[in-house]
């Protein structure tokens, strides 16, 4: 049983490339996030999606994109990266009722130099 | 809008004593609170939930949690604690009703638990 799968683990990106986060979850659920934690930051919502074709913005979601084709992936997307992106990035999945809980990633340690 | 306040960053500990990690939320309807548990380098894991009835939670690893509405709290506590138990500790927040999908977090509590 997966559950929440993240990749990759570690990335170091130069200043202005570009990258994907990909998330990919088996639980069927209809809604995915992904924050970024940030030390004394706790967790903050970039994007959200309520099901598949449907993507929202979370509290910070300049620089970043995501797309929703399918229940199962939501990748994230760095158009161009800057050094304020080093963070570490989550991908949380759950069902779509605010009463149960969500299930996170290993997560992404993602290093802008 | 929802928000959660931990009410300290930091928690030093020595082992086997009791601790509590106080957490505080906002909200205009009713809500479904959580605590989640972060070990180094790893991702988040459910510790316990409220969701209705009884307002004492039990979860994981001998931790237990006390929805206060009228105090709009839910501070976590475990009666003695172990050096296993150092991580960061998250509260957060769901509200009730319709389709509310978003879970808002307060900004952890690292607790430190020291021989």
């Known amino acids: 049983n997966a559950g929440v799968t993240q990749t990759p683990k570690f990335q170091v990106l130069k200043t202005g490339q570009s990258m994907t986060l990909q998330c990919a979850q088996d639980?069927?659920?209809?809604?995915m996030s992904w924050y970024r934690q940030d030390p004394g930051m706790g967790l903050r919502l970039i994007h959200y999606?309520?099901?598949?074709?449907?993507?929202d913005q979370g509290e910070v979601p300049n620089g970043y994109n995501v797309s929703r084709s399918t229940t199962e992936d939501f990748p994230l997307r760095l158009l161009s990266a800057a050094p304020s992106q080093t963070s570490v990035y989550f991908c949380?999945?759950?069902?779509?009722?605010?009463?149960?809980?969500?299930?996170f990633g290993q997560g992404t340690r993602l290093t802008v130099v | 809008a929802q928000s959660v306040t931990q009410l300290d960053s930091q928690v030093p500990v020595f082992e086997e004593a009791p601790v509590e990690l106080r957490c505080n939320y906002s909200?205009?309807?009713?809500?479904?609170l959580f605590w989640y548990v972060q070990y180094p380098n790893q991702g988040l894991q459910l510790l316990l939930k409220?969701?209705?009835?009884?307002?004492l939670v039990k979860g994981i690893n001998g931790f237990e949690a006390e929805f206060n509405k009228s105090q709009t709290s839910f501070h976590l506590r475990k009666p003695s604690v172990h050096i296993s138990d150092t991580a960061e500790y998250f509260c957060?927040?769901?509200?009730?009703?319709?389709?509310?999908?978003?879970?808002?977090f307060g900004k952890g509590t690292l607790l430190t638990v020291n021989p």
């Open positions: 949380a999945s759950r069902q779509r009722q605010g009463r149960t809980e969500a299930f």
């Open positions: 639980m069927n659920h209809e809604y």
């Open positions: 999606s309520v099901g598949a074709g449907i993507t």
């Open positions: 909200s205009s309807v009713s809500v479904y």
């Open positions: 409220y969701l209705s009835g009884s307002t």
């Open positions: 957060a927040v769901s509200e009730g009703g319709g389709s509310n999908y978003k879970l808002t």
